[in-house]
């Protein structure tokens, strides 16, 4: 059973315009959402997270939009450029145990 | 990461082989976890570690153990390995002093992609 769903499988985007990844949950009890970033031959690295009590957060080209109510959480990526270009994760978390729950990942190529 | 170590980084095996990855880290966090990743499922839990004495089974943890040597050491092990296993592997670490602060960060090793023939 995947809790975590994620599309698309693959994203193809040009030099400057805006990458969207989107991941749905079905656990309510999650209570923390990071997206992943990992490039070919390295293990993933946090790139920016939210918790449910806000709707978006923003960190420099990179937000997180997250519905609630739809139990949905999407990563903007704005001016992509081709050092974005990696697969990304989404995730989902609860309790005190802190079990990251992974969904299927997307491989974003930014095109130069 | 360079603060957390793995290896082998690569290794292939033959079927019903005792095998065993080592993960190293020297962030001082308390927290390690095993996952495995495959084409299209993303990664998946296998075992995790909350200090020393505690160890628990992550969503797939049939036909693995794993041992905490220390702190700083979380080994997983494959008795007899099968086709099926052949993945890429990583290790990961968290600080639980963190949680409460929202921070709740884990650290990924570079993986040991493992090859079952």
């Known amino acids: 059973q995947q809790q975590v769903k994620q599309s698309p499988q693959s994203l193809i985007v040009q030099k400057g315009g805006i990458s969207i990844i989107n991941c749905a949950y079905e656990n309510t009890a999650f209570d923390y959402f990071p997206w992943y970033q990992q490039f070919p031959g390295k293990g993933p690295a946090l790139l920016i997270a939210i918790r449910p009590d806000v709707s978006e957060k923003k960190e420099g080209r990179f937000t997180i939009s997250f519905n609630k109510s739809a139990k949905q959480f999407s990563l903007h990526i704005m001016d992509s450029q081709p050092g974005d270009s990696a697969t990304y994760f989404c995730?989902?978390?609860?309790?005190?145990?802190?079990?990251?729950?992974f969904g299927s990942g997307t491989q974003l190529t930014v095109l130069p | 990461d360079a603060d957390v170590t793995q290896t082998p980084r690569n290794r292939i095996t033959k079927t019903g082989k005792r095998i065993m990855l080592e993960c190293s880290q020297t962030k001082g966090h308390d927290r390690m976890y095993w996952y495995r990743q495959d084409p299209g499922l993303g990664l998946r839990l296998i075992y995790y570690?909350?200090?020393?004495?505690?160890?628990n089974k992550g969503e797939i943890s049939d036909g693995y153990s794993v041992s905490r040597q220390a702190q700083a050491k979380f080994s997983l092990s494959l008795e007899s390995a099968i086709p099926n296993q052949t993945a890429l592997y990583f290790c990961?670490?968290?600080?639980?002093?963190?949680?409460?602060?929202?921070?709740?960060?884990?650290?990924f090793g570079p993986g040991t992609r493992l090859t079952v023939l």
């Open positions: 990961a670490t968290s600080d639980s002093g963190f949680r409460d602060m929202g921070l709740d960060t884990q650290y």
């Open positions: 570690s909350f200090d020393v004495k505690d160890i």
């Open positions: 995730a989902a978390s609860k309790g005190s145990a802190r079990q990251l729950t």
